[in-house]
């Protein structure tokens, strides 16, 4: 992933959508997957909205054990059904070798290694080899050096397909759920030619910050955003404090679109369906 090695940019297929090279891509939809209902609404929404991969997670992990695990295997079912009635390919959080049998079964588009399992070994020797991309979070308190080494361990044992997301690390700083780390965008553009995304959902932790938090991540050089939203967030079983709106989720993505074309990049087309 060295750019010495590799001056091109890669870019990543996730079931017909690309990450990296000119293009800027979306992805959205809530932090977990609740029910059929509400997920297949999230899916309306995210593809009303104009985003290109549906998130959402089946095995969630949570701070507290007593707080909402996720719908786990159902959860996954969900999801890809979601995604496939309104043609969008979807991503979702894997904690544990494990479950790799799972999302292969539901054929789940992109792999995500969230923060704290982004130096799981184990794990990232196990997603590697199951010919799936996968998308590494930044630990939450990983330098880029640390991170870039995860990501090398995804290639060293077979991984094609790396997307790198800054999520936010965590600081002394209190007034937001992490800080994000902007510096990563110009100073990693010179390292690797890895497709690099920013969740600035996670990192601000605060729904009225996301969306400037995204223009600012386009201007830096990012090939996308990933964020959160629900079509009733004070319903949300997770993370529902920094859900967008579905009108907020339409304006960011109008807003990614203008920043785009500002920078000389294009917005990802959609797959139509
Ligand atoms: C998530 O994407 O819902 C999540 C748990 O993110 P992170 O690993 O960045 O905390
Ligand atoms: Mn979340």
Same mark, same amino acid.
């Given at each position: 992933m060295d750019r010495a090695f590799r001056d091109t940019p890669t870019v990543v297929d996730v079931g017909g959508v690309p990450f990296g090279g000119r293009g800027i891509t979306v992805i959205a939809g809530p932090? $977990?997957? *609740?029910?059929k209902e509400v997920i297949l609404e999230a899916a309306g929404i995210a593809k009303r909205a104009g985003a290109h991969v549906l998130r959402g997670g089946g095995f969630k992990p949570r701070t $507290?054990?007593?707080a909402f695990q996720g719908l786990g295997k159902e959860g996954l079912r969900l999801l890809k059904a979601a995604g496939d009635s309104v043609g969008m390919p979807v991503i979702s959080e894997i904690m544990? /070798? /494990?479950q790799l049998p799972a999302f292969l079964d539901h054929d789940i588009d992109c792999l995500q290694v969230g923060a704290r399992n982004m130096q799981n070994f184990t794990l990232l020797k196990a997603i590697a080899r199951a010919g799936k991309p996968v998308m590494l979070k930044r630990g939450l308190s990983a330098t880029i050096e640390e991170w870039l080494q995860a990501a090398e361990y995804l290639a060293a044992f077979g991984s094609e397909g790396i997307i790198l997301c800054e999520r936010g690390i965590r600081t002394f *700083?209190? /007034?937001?759920?992490n800080t994000l780390d902007?510096?990563?965008l110009p100073l990693m553009r010179q390292w690797t030619h890895l497709p690099i995304i920013v969740d600035p959902s996670h990192a601000a932790g605060i729904p009225a910050l996301i969306p400037p938090l995204s223009r600012a991540s386009i201007a830096a050089g990012a090939d996308g955003v990933a964020v959160e939203c629900h079509p009733r967030p004070k319903e949300a079983r997770s993370d529902g404090a920094q859900a967008l709106l579905p009108g907020e989720l339409s304006g960011l993505i109008a807003d990614a679109r203008i920043m785009a074309a500002a920078v000389g990049r294009s917005f990802v087309a959609p797959v139509r369906v």
């Open positions: 932090c $977990s997957v *609740e029910g $507290s054990p007593y544990d /070798a /494990a *700083e209190t /007034a937001t759920r902007l510096t990563v």
